[in-house]
């Protein structure tokens, strides 16, 4: 039976690979590429090579060309102390034994490590069975690679490979197992659908965005609580939920998981009942690291999963975080402050037109703009009891 194990050690060294393909430009592969190594430092990978090649599509059989996977496996007989290569796109099985055959060195693919970042994120049961799914549901369409990669391994006497029957008992294997865990998950579900109907009648304010963008920051600062929050992808996978009260107008307010460009989408069904969460809230505030190269695609990438949730209609606060790094990493000392002010002027002006005013840019690490960001949320979370609860409402005037 195929055993799911850790994908990435520590102190692991690693080679990463993109491709750029004809809707795609230098720059934007780079980019995909910084984040890619951000993910396997956050594994607990290193990053010391990078390769990309240019085609119209990948390749089936060996997704590169043969003189790029050539001038890798070259590397890494000069380098010599290279563990893995992580591609930033989804692999086959198929895809994987080849290049593996090819290079001589472990291969895995983004998605892969993203479930293995998960899988060592995951710390309740939720979590944990929802990324076990996620996991086995990734695994059961690469099985017949992974057999031929073992028949591969050994040869000889005793080593040939196990043949149709064995293949297709661990398939039935797989298939059970994934079937068990969602009869699992859906149990947790009915559990954490009578919880939240259990919090009473209060408006539900759900923190979305990019991983890493500051939620659950933003959350600490808010509720007054301690959310664990760490400069690293996917810091929290489970959501949790505060009650806050501004001005004696209470509500819930939750930090969600994280999203990402080429989230696997397993998980994505995996995780139906944190997203949930997403779902069923009243208000979003999608928070956006205005202070990164690649910010419009990220806000970018997390709408388009919004809209996959249908939930891209929801009343919606976008709040720009980081303010304090943007300033930081957009103007040097020399430039003049009226420069500055223009600049930041025209950059409000074009969010605020863009999200027809339902926009704030704070600082929540600086504390900078918070009280406009809390009378926003307070606006929106009244006009909201109006609607959903107009018997309530006078009390919290």
């Known amino acids: 039976m195929i055993e799911k194990k850790k994908i990435v050690g520590k102190e692991e060294n690693a080679i990463l690979v993109g491709l750029i393909q004809k809707d795609q430009t230098e720059q934007q592969v780079t980019e995909y590429l910084d984040e890619l190594a951000f993910l396997a430092e956050t594994a607990g990978a290193t990053t010391v090579k990078r390769f990309t090649q240019k085609m119209a599509h990948p390749d089936s059989k060996t997704f590169l060309g043969k003189g790029k996977l050539e001038e890798i496996k070259n590397y890494i007989i000069l380098k010599g102390n290279i563990d893995l290569v992580i591609f930033d796109d989804e692999l086959t099985g198929a895809q994987i034994i080849n290049i593996e055959k090819a290079v001589g060195k472990k291969i895995i693919d983004r998605s892969d490590l993203i479930l293995d970042i998960f899988a060592s994120r995951a710390k309740t049961a939720q979590a944990k069975?929802?990324?076990?799914?996620?996991q086995y549901q990734y695994i059961l369409p690469r099985l017949k690679g992974m057999w031929k990669h073992l028949e591969r391994q050994g040869g000889g006497v005793g080593t040939r490979g196990p043949g149709e029957t064995e293949i297709e008992t661990d398939r039935r294997i797989v298939k059970d197992k994934i079937a068990l865990l969602r009869k699992r998950l859906?149990?947790?579900?009915?559990?954490?659908?009578?919880?939240?109907?259990?919090?009473?009648?209060?408006i539900r304010v759900a923190l979305v965005g990019y991983t890493n963008v500051g939620k659950s920051t933003l959350m600490n600062v808010l509720s007054k609580s301690e959310v664990f929050a760490e400069n690293k992808l996917f810091a929290t996978l489970d959501t949790t939920t505060r009650k806050v009260v501004f001005e004696q107008t209470p509500f819930l307010l939750s930090d969600t998981v994280g999203f990402?460009?080429?989230?696997?989408?397993?998980?994505?069904?995996?995780?139906?009942?944190?997203?949930?969460?997403?779902?069923?809230?009243?208000?979003?505030m999608h928070v956006v690291d205005i202070s990164h190269s690649q910010?419009?695609?990220q806000l970018l990438v997390v709408n388009k999963t919004l809209s996959d949730l249908k939930c891209a209609e929801k009343p919606t606060i976008t709040v720009f975080n980081k303010m304090d790094r943007f300033e930081t990493v957009t103007f040097d000392e020399w430039l003049e402050e009226d420069v500055k002010q223009d600049i930041l002027r025209e950059l409000k002006e074009r969010w605020q037109e863009e999200t027809k005013g339902n926009c704030v840019f704070?600082?929540?690490?600086?504390?900078?703009?918070l009280d406009v960001l809390r009378q926003t949320i307070l606006n929106k979370v009244r006009d909201m009891y109006q609607i959903r609860y107009p018997y309530k409402a006078e009390f919290f005037y």
């Open 129 to 134: 069975t929802q990324v076990e799914l996620a």
């Open 186 to 202: 859906a149990e947790i579900d009915k559990q954490s659908f009578t919880q939240r109907k259990e919090r009473g009648e209060f």
């Open 260 to 284: 990402i460009r080429k989230l696997p989408h397993h998980l994505v069904e995996s995780f139906k009942s944190t997203l949930d969460e997403v779902r069923e809230a009243d208000i979003l």
């Open 295 to 297: 910010y419009e695609e």
């Open 362 to 369: 704070v600082s929540a690490t600086e504390r900078k703009n």
